[in-house]
């Protein structure tokens, strides 16, 4: 069975930093895409980030400069390095493992997904 436990989400200051971590159990890092989504009230959930299983990175247009993903492969970790935060990071934050083992493209589609933690809320204040 797949579970995914983020956390690390918060109220943050604009301008500061934070660091979002999902701990994955039931999958291996190396052997899985796993990407980052978040969902803003009444918007849908998007694309985010997302770390191919060889460790390669991939960006919404949006975040690129100020979110790095990252990962532990010994601590089954996967990481969202948001910098600079801005009000319109403001968010849950999902993390997600990609449906399918060794995959060589980096998916950005929900429905690539197949299993999904639980969220944590970023909150952004002035």
């Known amino acids: 069975q797949v579970q995914l436990l983020e956390s690390g989400g918060g109220l943050v200051q604009a301008g500061a930093s934070l660091r979002l971590s999902c701990v994955v159990s039931g999958r291996a890092l190396g052997s899985y895409t796993m990407g980052w989504f978040r969902q803003a009230p009444g918007t849908e959930r998007e694309f985010v980030a997302a770390?191919?299983?060889?460790?390669?990175?991939g960006y919404a247009e949006s975040v690129k400069g100020r979110f790095t993903i990252s990962r532990d492969t010994a601590m089954n970790t996967v990481y969202l390095q948001i910098d600079s935060v801005e009000f319109r990071d403001a968010a849950v934050y999902y993390c997600a493992s990609d449906r399918l083992i060794y995959r060589g493209t980096l998916v950005r589609m929900e429905r690539e997904y197949d299993s999904w933690g639980q969220g944590t809320q970023v909150t952004v204040s002035s």
């Open positions: 770390i191919k299983c060889n460790g390669t990175p």
